[in-house]
């Protein structure tokens, strides 16, 4: 089945283009009126250059006069092999349809609410027939049983048209087009680029993602460059003004031969505040007690570090490398990479 795009939305055209798998383009003068476009004919080159089929209106009151206006469209510089004119149905349509495919031009006959309308524009010889269904539905007519039927006339009798699905007003109206057989549709953007969506690939996708960061992804490349690192002569305020420069919740106290003494958090501040007043404030980190830190190597996966944290229900790691302290990595990191819940 055919996919073209109904619109005249140069950005959205260009969007949809980029996907690979649009047909060509429908278009409309109500298309053109809507988006302030005043340069007809302009806009009508500009897009036959960006698409691989453009179908365009080709309006007159008699046949004659339709085959001009296509003849002056074409004179502008659009290719007639990728050129198709539409005709709304009518008996002068009609005529015109004959009358361009008499001269080797392609005609999509639209604005079609019947099957008698589809079959005179089949009989006229034109290449595309072109059903309202939105349109139709809003009216309360059953037009995917028109649709049916204009396919079932183009396979029981062999005509050389394609029944194109339009006036599209959801996805549900594509699926219907490829359930019934239509062989063209056409969607506008705000739909079509919506038609790969699923909730279910959508969290399959952050799945896949996420376990591949998981077993790819190394602890030091995403070790954040806050490293803050006291004496045990500094006072606990000293500390205090690193971690805050730092903005970080942590940091190492390396005593004069640069061995890792401890750890001394945010949560270790509130707690000695807590039992000891603010007079601690000018204590040396040297006075306070200290656990072995948790720590992970620098090479280890990203999965070590999620399991790390939840084993130790911590807030942040620190981060060896050769047995050297040179970061942490802080929850919040993997949270925000959605790895932690």
Known sequence: MELYLDSVD??????AIKLGVVSGLTTTPTFMHRHGITDIDGAIVRLSKMVPVLQVEALGDTAEDVLKEAQRLLALGLDKN?????????????????LLRDKGLMVNVHLIYSLNQAYMAMQAGANYVCPLVGRLQDQGHDALQLIGECVDAVERYGYNTKIMFSSVR?????RDAINIGAHTITVPWSIMKKLTENNFTTLGTDQFIEHTKLMTVKVKDILSNANPICKPSDTLLDALVKMTDAKFGAVC???????????FTDGDVRRHLKEKGKGIMDNKMGDFTYKAPVTINAEALLADAVDTFKKNKIDNILVLENNTPVGFIDIQDLVKMGLIG
Do not use: R, W, Y
């Not at 990728?82 to 004959?98: A, D, E, H, L, M």
């Open 10 to 15: 140069f950005k959205e055209i260009e969007e």
């Open 82 to 98: 990728k050129t198709v004119f539409k005709i709304p149905v009518s008996n002068i349509g009609i005529q015109s349809c004959k």
């Open 170 to 174: 959801n996805a549900q109206h594509v």
């Open 253 to 263: 106290i390396m005593d004069d031969k640069n061995n890792l003494v401890g750890v």
